[in-house]
């Protein structure tokens, strides 16, 4: 059974930075794509950010040079790096990943099978 496990969420002032972390679990990690998702009180849920199974990365407009998606295949664990955050960065953030190896996560339209239950972000002014 999948599994992904979201933490490092909290509380951070404006142009602050937080590391979100990923642990996955039930499956051979290294040959999947990892995303990041994320959703907003009473907005839809968008997509931030995914990493291959063989490392590209893929970026929303809106968190492209603030965010850093990476992976650590030795620990199952996806990594969200996110500095200069700014109040609407505030949402609950998913981890989530497809059904299907070898596959890439290019965006919102991609195939996801597996979600975690989320870590909440808040970024005060």
């Known amino acids: 059974q999948v599994r992904l496990v979201e933490s490092g969420g909290g509380l951070v002032q404006a142009g602050g930075s937080l590391t979100l972390s990923c642990a996955a679990s039930?499956?051979?990690?290294?040959?999947?794509?990892m995303a990041w998702f994320r959703q907003a009180p009473e907005k839809e849920r968008e997509f931030v950010a995914a990493?291959?199974?063989?490392?590209?990365?893929y970026y929303a407009d809106s968190v492209k040079g603030r965010f850093t998606i990476s992976r650590d295949n030795a620990k199952n664990t996806v990594y969200l790096q996110m500095n200069s955050l700014k109040p609407e960065d505030t949402a609950v953030y998913y981890c989530a990943s497809p059904g299907t190896a070898f596959t890439a996560v290019r965006g919102p339209s991609s195939s996801i099978n597996y979600w975690g239950k989320g870590t909440l972000v808040t970024v005060s002014s």
């Open positions: 039930g499956r051979t990690f290294s040959v999947y794509a």
């Open positions: 990493i291959s199974w063989n490392n590209p990365t």
